[in-house]
């Protein structure tokens, strides 16, 4: 295969991490022009392409070379990995990008007696992941059988053609709407970036190592507040002593005051009002909460 100049990322082309994933990328500082087929975006502000697909394509995409990185679930990822051949190419996490989240569970008719994994021995067990439940059930030491479906599984049990299943969970709705619990949780999955374990050595290793410190730096900061206050030196300790964690405060003296100091602090998640009332009472004043939108180390 010919080697391109250009790096290109396979997503999924329409779901639930479709515009997280976009948006992701545009705060990293990628712009993209769409085909008219709308299954390929061009770069416009560096050489970085996507290729939108259905998710469960996504790993052998990377695979076979013809993506050099994926934005999937881990969920796919790590069912591709557990059902491929020897001879496919090793892929691997490199980063979890925080949204998606659900897990991977096993759940059965809520009448059933259901007390450990090796209650399913015997049973019939539908999924959409054979290769992960396979996986779980063998740790486990249990011996079930596993029907393989493609979609609605949480409906097998009632058309008799499962026992219990092994299916994604978000909020439980869907599981309590068919008469059916959790019971066991296989993997906790999340939208993830993928990739060869091998990094390539020409120009698309390097955008790839720019993506993922951009990246680092849009995670890092999504969650985060910058804190502003001003107090006393007196008050100082004591100010410090409440807020949330993250890197040391940055302190400047306010003009005029010198018993005053300016307290700048990046404060990891929502800083909450009992927090900032807490603060005040130590002793700070002037308050602001500000989110942050980059952050490069």
Not at 143 to 172: H, N
């Amino acid at each position: 295969m010919k080697p391109r100049d250009r790096l290109r990322i396979a997503m999924q082309k329409s779901g639930r991490l479709t515009e997280p994933a976009l948006d992701l990328l545009n705060r990293c500082g990628l712009t993209f022009r769409q085909s008219r087929d709308k299954l390929f975006c061009f770069g416009e502000g560096e050489p970085v392409d996507l290729l939108l697909v259905r998710d469960d394509d996504i790993p052998g995409l990377i695979a076979q070379g013809v993506c050099d990185l994926g934005i999937v679930g881990r969920n796919v990822l790590d069912e591709f990995r557990c059902t491929a051949s020897e001879d496919v190419a090793a892929l691997t996490e490199w980063r979890p990008l925080g949204f998606g989240r659900c897990r991977l569970s096993v759940a059965v008719p809520q009448d059933m007696d259901y007390r450990q994994p090796q209650d399913l021995g015997g049973l019939r067990i539908a999924t959409s992941y054979p290769g992960l439940l396979n996986h779980w059930l063998k740790a486990q030491s249990v011996d079930a059988a596993v029907v393989t479906l493609a979609g609605s599984v949480e409906i097998a049990p009632k058309l008799g053609t499962a026992d219990a299943i092994c299916d994604l969970v978000q909020s439980g709705g869907t599981l309590v709407a068919n008469q059916l619990r959790e019971t066991d949780v296989l993997l906790e999955s999340e939208a993830v970036l993928a990739g060869p374990q091998a990094l390539p050595t020409d120009e698309r290793g390097d955008m790839i190592n720019l993506l993922l410190k951009r990246l680092d730096g849009v995670i890092q900061v999504r969650e985060s507040r910058l804190l502003l206050l001003q107090t006393s030196r007196t008050a100082l300790d004591a100010v410090t002593r409440l807020l949330p964690g993250g890197p040391q405060p940055t302190l400047l003296p306010v003009a005029g005051q010198p018993d005053q100091l300016m307290l700048q602090a990046l404060c990891a998640g929502e800083v909450s009002w009992r927090q900032l009332e807490e603060i005040k009472k130590a002793g700070a004043r002037e308050m602001f909460v500000l989110p942050v939108e980059k952050m490069l180390a």
